[in-house]
């Protein structure tokens, strides 16, 4: 929701009105729940609360059970009755399309979630994946970043200290990172063909239910900025053309674009913003909420003391990006953003939490992550300097940031200043991004895909059913018809044969 914007209790109540306001919803449950608190959260900033009534909410469209019916018709086109229902039809187009039915809905039903991460070398963009993974398995430093594409496949079965690695058709496990990331580096530096894969437990980032709906997929790209793929390729960005291409294949993945929040102006985004735009008026809407703009290193910000608020001196560093990234609006999208140090969650996730063993002094890799985290746990906990809360100034609705705030006061309050400066460090409202796209649009996205692998074939069938039944419907008129007549001649045989008996 745009900053700009008060919300839609006052786009239609006036601020001193003093009547209320009557709504009603037909929609989905989760629809209606993010709604219903939106108008909440909007209704009590205001400095004259309006009664809001919410009446004849008529819920439609729940997921769970047209998941349940789309799998339930699904089962009973795979019988033989149905079989031989399509036998009887004439058209080949059809049987073709019924004999492709199974592997079409196998692949809809195990249809991965793809969430690409695409951006800049020095976006720190391995870091927001090891800190988004709870892993450090992928290397950090430019000179080791890789060429090649990386998957990071969701595996249930895996324990959270597990990782499997897949090469060319070779399996590596592994129970430590060091491990892994030993054999990551190994890899990348070979000359040779092939992506890698990796998989882990990521049962952190669905949302409650859907882990058995969905594989998550994490797929890391090559910068766009790449330099030496331009070189070595006559001046052309490989890099940048196979983003586009997984773009162009994942229809409605979700986009996370990584950019340094206080470097992030470079010829190679404006030029890969225009492709994108291109392609995603192509798609017809649905940017907003697909792509999302993840601003990096948020803590080495810093802001013009002639802002007289925090607000305002936040907004000017957003509206500077908006303004880069829009090119000054002539792309016609806004801009979803979250300022985030995925250092700092790096370090509370897999190093706090994990209680790990780590020479800093020996490692100026770690010690950049320490003294990260240690800087912005001074600017939070001890300065509480609010120009830095980022989960105050994410893109998520009003109640979200509500939620934010209340758990933030919460941990001061209990003296846990680590999960306070969790909070505040922008990647748990990210993470809340992903569980809500995942919910909210590629769920529904997934059962009509399930859906349409069947579609045509039901059409067809219901069609010669209908003209079946048509044609029985015309059969039993005609034999009552028939009938009708039979008993007349009946009737009059009777009254004959009654006069001849006289």
């Not at 592997?103 to 988004?132: C, H, M, P, Q, R």
Request: hydrophobic share 30%.
């Amino acid at each position: 929701m745009s900053d700009e914007w008060d919300g839609f209790v006052n786009e239609l109540v006036s601020t001193d009105a003093n009547y209320g306001l009557s709504i009603k919803f037909i929609g989905r449950q989760i629809d209606y729940d993010d709604f219903k608190r939106s108008l909440e959260v909007q209704n009590s900033k205001r400095q004259n609360p309006i009664k809001l009534e919410f009446r004849e909410t008529e819920i439609k469209y729940e997921d769970d059970k047209m998941w349940g019916k789309v799998r339930e018709v699904a089962e009973k086109v795979k019988t033989d009755r149905f079989k031989k229902l399509v036998d009887e039809r004439k058209g080949e187009n059809l049987k073709a399309a019924y004999e492709k039915f199974p592997d079409d809905y196998k692949k809809a039903e195990e249809n991965e979630f793809n969430i690409l991460f695409v951006g800049l070398y020095s976006s720190g963009k391995s870091t927001i994946l090891n800190a988004l993974i709870r892993h450090d398995i992928l290397p950090t430093a430019q000179k080791t970043c890789t060429d090649r594409i990386c998957k990071i496949k969701h595996n249930e079965k895996l324990k959270k200290n597990q990782i499997r690695l897949v090469y060319q058709n070779n399996k590596y496990n592994f129970d430590n990172d060091e491990e892994c990331l030993k054999k990551f580096k190994e890899i990348s530096e070979k000359n040779g063909d092939g992506n890698i894969e990796i998989q882990v437990n990521l049962s952190h980032l669905y949302p409650k239910g859907f882990e058995n709906k969905f594989k998550i997929v994490l797929i890391d790209t090559p910068g766009v900025d790449s330099g030496k793929s331009s070189m070595e390729n006559n001046g052309t960005n490989v890099h940048k053309d196979i983003t586009l291409e997984l773009l162009k294949k994942n229809n409605k993945s979700m986009v996370v674009f990584c950019a340094e929040a206080a470097r992030y102006e470079a010829d190679s985004i404006s030029k890969f913003m225009d492709d994108i735009t291109a392609q995603s008026e192509k798609e017809k809407g649905g940017f907003k909420d697909r792509y999302v703009f993840l601003l990096n290193k948020g803590d080495n910000l810093t802001f013009d003391d002639d802002a007289k608020t925090d607000d305002e001196k936040i907004k000017i560093k957003k509206n500077a990006f908006i303004d880069y990234i829009t090119d000054n609006g002539k792309r016609k999208f806004v801009p979803r953003i979250f300022y985030i140090s995925a250092a700092v969650q790096y370090w509370i996730s897999n190093v706090i939490y994990n209680k790990k063993n780590v020479d800093s002094g020996n490692n100026t890799e770690m010690r950049a992550l320490e003294d990260s985290y240690d800087r912005f746990n001074k600017i939070i906990a001890k300065y509480k300097d609010k120009k830095y809360y980022f989960a105050k100034y994410a893109d998520v609705p009003g109640y979200r940031k509500e939620e934010y705030e209340n758990k933030f006061n919460a941990e001061m309050k209990k003296d846990d200043k680590t999960k306070a400066v969790e909070i505040q460090c922008g990647m748990i409202a990210f993470e809340d991004a992903i569980k809500d796209y995942i919910e909210r649009y590629a769920f529904p996205i997934k059962i009509q895909s399930m859906l349409e692998t069947y579609e045509y074939i039901l059409d067809d069938v219901s069609k010669f059913i209908r003209a079946d039944t048509k044609t029985l419907e015309n059969l039993k008129k005609e034999m009552e018809k028939n009938q009708g007549i039979q008993g007349k001649i009946k009737k009059n045989q009777e009254e004959i044969e009654r006069k001849k008996g006289k």
